[in-house]
């Protein structure tokens, strides 16, 4: 006999499951996508829809969330951006979460990831690579529609400014979310992982209401997950700087 599966919607994204076991409990993220895996990770089929494990050891957004983070998710038919989405580790997660109704813009600069996550988009029909540098939206604006959320994961020493500047062109207003995976190894050897958090944290909240943040050890050395929501006023992008007609937008999704 198949024992029963019992699996908990997280309030905040209810594509997001918990799966309590005897000694551990399990985050799953229902797929928007199909077999076979996109990075070795089990996949549990209950009924019609099939569960992916979101490893917390491999994507930094489940370790945040294993560590307790508080802040916004994606949610169901919600569009975000995602900054530094490598070949879709997290991204097909995010995706997950943003289920078939919702769009994920996936921007990476390296053409050998971006060349798999090219491959995986053809099996999750809501994610849109964008093969741009981060630090120039305005070059890749006219592939990127307004976006309700943003994710960023560059491990870049000004991965905050890259952050707001995204959020300043695409983000649709004051309250967006806002989340970013901070790399401290890659801020430079002035200050410790500690002095680097208050240096982001500081820069993070001159537009941004933050909500704690939560350190990502053991799963990842030296890594903070950061963000809240985008501050009224800091707030909206201005329409002048949104090229993007709706017309556009939806075909136009690759660069290469
Ligand atoms: C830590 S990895 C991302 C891992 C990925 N987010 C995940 O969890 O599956 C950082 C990625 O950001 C990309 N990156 C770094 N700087 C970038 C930039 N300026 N624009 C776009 N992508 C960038 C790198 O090429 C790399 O693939």
Redesign the pocket.
Known sequence: MTPRVRLVPEPRSPRLVRREMRDRTELLTEAVGALPPVYGERWLHVGERAYRQFEPGR??LSAGLVRGWTGPLPAPGESWLY?????????SHVADLLGPEGRLYA????PR?FARLLALAERWPNLLPVL????APRGYAAWVGPALGLYA????PDQVA?VRTNAELFLEGAGAPVVL?L?TASMGRERDPAGHLEAATRELASFVDLVPSVRLDPFHRGHFLLGGRLRGGAGGPPRSLRPVTRAARPRARRRS
């Open positions: 994507s930094k900054l530094g989405a490598a070949s879709g580790t997290t991204a921007v990476e600069r390296s990831p741009a540098d981060a630090r994961d560059v491990a870049q890259i995976a790399k």
